[in-house]
């Protein structure tokens, strides 16, 4: 065993604690974001999700755990990953460039009410940072995850949870973040009565 790569993984791994800690700090927000978030989509309203690289995979994993299920059996949700949608985004760089390759898809998906979730490690991402302004014009609640901060989105976004920890931890804790905000979720949604009705929409739920 190359000794150098024993000691890297061992401090990587080191490292993953200071960001459950940065997360258990702002265990309320979370918690308070998953109740806030299935009221919301339980008025009809959706979630809308974004990201560049590693965040963008993290944001689909939580559009995928709305529309499908987290653990339990629940109805769908409303939740699209922007980037995902794969000519929307090489179109609209390709026309207006790429730091427009999620405003504008805010500009046709959001309605007031509707919430953005936008996830950066760095917290300077300008496409994301032009989507949060986009979302504000139109009412639609913004939440950032993000990494170490105070950084531009942050600042940007109604609300944020920042990690206190290298990027790569950072993006390790945000899917944890993550799965947190759906357990907050899917407790509220069950409370609501919605959990076991599969077959029924919620009542005023946009198609």
Known sequence: ??????????VHLGNVLPALESLRSQSDRLAAWGVELAQRLLRGHRLLAAGNGGSAAEAQHLTAELVGRFDGERVPFSAISLHAETSAV????????YDEVFARQVRAHGRSGDVLMLLSTSGQSPNLLRAAE??????????????VGPNPLASACDEAVTVNALNANAQEAHLIALHAVCRAFDLEVARRGAAGNAGRMPEGLRP
């Open 1 to 10: 065993m190359n000794q150098a790569s024993a000691d890297a993984v061992r």
């Open 90 to 97: 090489t179109a609209i760089a390709n026309d207006y460039g």
């Open 134 to 147: 986009v979302a504000a014009r139109l009412n639609v609640r913004t939440w950032a995850l993000t990494g």
